[in-house]
């Protein structure tokens, strides 16, 4: 982790305008491998604030590029992108989960690949759908905030679940079948 205006006034690139806790903030933060961290706190001129911000900011917009956390403009748009992972979680759990027809058989090994679809499929989906609604939050309207906050509480639970066995918790919320559909 390196500081973009230094921690101390006699550091790299240091501003004498900025409080402790701003020196200290994440905004005048940015990691950086052992390397670069010692080049450019060699080479203040050669790497002014004004380049690293850049770094950082190119560097967080990859990341969302990367995950596909974006902010649309439209309901339709949002939902276009949360349809398909709440239908293969949906798909999934009608296959696998504990209301299939395989729980009836003893010996399936459908439990077993429930448990691992959950962690490989579902909460990944889950957590994109959430960082999806989370990013769009401005779009959404009257009781689709409550439903996201249960969707999420959902989430954890199933986290909670399938991670340490705890038991209970909340379902899926069947509002989710319509969030972002229509006008708000």
Same mark, same amino acid.
Request: glycine residues 6%; contains cysteine; proline residues 4%.
């Given at each position: 982790m390196a500081h973009i205006f230094a921690a101390s006034e006699r550091g790299p690139r240091s501003n004498a305008d900025l409080t402790d806790a701003e020196r200290g903030s994440y905004d005048n933060?940015? @990691?950086?491998?052992?390397?670069? /961290?010692?080049?450019? !706190?060699?080479?203040?001129?050669? #790497?002014?604030?004004t380049l690293i911000r850049q770094w950082k900011l %190119?560097?967080? *917009?990859?990341l969302a590029d990367?995950?596909?956390v974006k902010a649309y403009g439209s309901r339709a748009e949002v939902r276009? &992108?949360? %349809?398909? +992972? @709440?239908?293969?979680?949906? &798909?999934?759990? %009608?296959? #696998?989960?504990?209301g299939s027809d395989a729980r009836f058989d003893l010996e399936s090994e459908v439990p077993a690949a429930w448990h691992r679809k959950v962690l490989g499929s579902i909460i990944p989906n889950n957590k994109r759908v959430l960082a999806t609604l989370d990013k769009n939050r401005g779009l959404a309207a009257?009781? *689709?905030?409550?439903t996201i906050e249960a969707f999420r509480q959902h989430t954890d639970d199933?986290?909670?679940? /399938? +991670?340490t066995g705890a038991d209970g918790g909340q379902r899926f919320p069947e509002a989710m079948d319509r969030m972002m559909v229509? !006008?708000?």
């Amino acid at each position: 982790m390196a500081h973009i205006f230094a921690a101390s006034e006699r550091g790299p690139r240091s501003n004498a305008d900025l409080t402790d806790a701003e020196r200290g903030s994440y905004d005048n933060l940015i @990691l950086l491998c052992a390397n670069c /961290h010692t080049a450019i !706190d060699k080479a203040p001129d050669d #790497y002014p604030d004004t380049l690293i911000r850049q770094w950082k900011l %190119e560097r967080a *917009e990859r990341l969302a590029d990367l995950f596909s956390v974006k902010a649309y403009g439209s309901r339709a748009e949002v939902r276009a &992108v949360i %349809e398909p +992972l @709440l239908t293969a979680n949906r &798909v999934t759990f %009608e296959t #696998y989960g504990p209301g299939s027809d395989a729980r009836f058989d003893l010996e399936s090994e459908v439990p077993a690949a429930w448990h691992r679809k959950v962690l490989g499929s579902i909460i990944p989906n889950n957590k994109r759908v959430l960082a999806t609604l989370d990013k769009n939050r401005g779009l959404a309207a009257g009781r *689709e905030f409550t439903t996201i906050e249960a969707f999420r509480q959902h989430t954890d639970d199933l986290i909670a679940r /399938h +991670l340490t066995g705890a038991d209970g918790g909340q379902r899926f919320p069947e509002a989710m079948d319509r969030m972002m559909v229509g !006008d708000a």
